[in-house]
Nanobody, 124 residues
């Protein structure tokens, strides 16, 4: 089975930066579209960013556009989320997602594979 592991979360002050990493293991002979969702305490899980299989197309939630950058790594199924200008409202558990062909780019249900999440806390 395909497994996704996120890393890079932690505590950062407002205005700071973090880089999240996502490593895909298991049956990874195919290239997957990848993305990130997040869920804050007491809030719904929401879309953050996504990137196509080729890496040529990226998608961002309006709330993070201009601050976050999603990218693919040199390894076939690795991904990154560079987060700059972090705000307290960015505090959430961030989940890496992957799918051979997402049925819906902006919906959690559109992705078959999910990581267990990494905590990002933005606080002074």
């Amino acid at each position: 089975q395909v497994q996704l592991v996120e890393s890079g979360g932690g505590l950062v002050q407002p205005g700071g930066s973090l880089r999240l990493s996502c490593a895909v293991s298991g049956r990874t002979f195919s290239t997957y579209a990848m993305g990130w969702f997040r869920q804050a305490p007491g809030k719904e899980r929401v879309f953050v960013a996504a990137i196509s299989r080729s890496g040529g197309y990226t998608y961002y939630a309006d709330s993070v556009k201009g601050r976050f950058t999603i990218s693919r790594g040199n390894a076939k199924n690795t991904g990154y989320l560079q987060m700059n200008g972090l705000k307290p409202e960015d505090t959430a558990v961030y989940y890496c997602v992957a799918d051979l062909s997402p049925s819906a780019t902006y919906s959690a249900s559109g992705y078959a594979y999910w990581g267990q999440g990494t905590q990002v806390t933005v606080s002074s």
